[in-house]
């Protein structure tokens, strides 16, 4: 794995995350990285890795607003995928109650 600052990574099966904080050290947290896995429990186990390595850190996005690091969990099987919508999760700060990844 080579990947530079400013590139879109899309990690399937993320978890337990420790690829993921290789990738975002190698990405120098620059550019989008998203981690996908079809688990709950193991997305979660992910975001604690990452919470604990800081990795990922909370953002208050607003609309049209460009950002240096986008990094974000999503629960999904990665067989099957929206119909275009970019509401496709949510990041691993939102409340655990509504937690997608």
Same mark, same amino acid.
């Given at each position: ?50 919470? =604990? ?8 996005? =607003? ?15 990665? +067989? +099957?995928?929206?119909?275009?919508? +970019?509401?496709?999760?949510?990041? %691993? ?6 937690? %997608?990844?």
């Amino acid at each position: 794995l080579d990947p530079k600052g400013g590139a879109t990574v899309l990690d399937l099966c993320c978890a337990p995350g420790a690829k993921f904080c290789l990738i975002a050290d190698k990405m120098e947290k620059q550019g989008r990285l998203f981690g996908i896995d079809a688990s709950q429990q193991r997305i979660e186990s992910c975001a604690s890795v990452l919470r =604990k390595y800081k990795t990922c850190y909370p953002t208050q996005y =607003k609309e049209g607003e460009v950002v240096d690091w986008d990094c974000r969990l999503i629960r999904a099987d990665g +067989t +099957t995928w929206n119909n275009g919508s +970019t509401d496709i999760g949510l990041s %691993i700060w939102e409340t655990r109650d509504e937690l %997608i990844f």
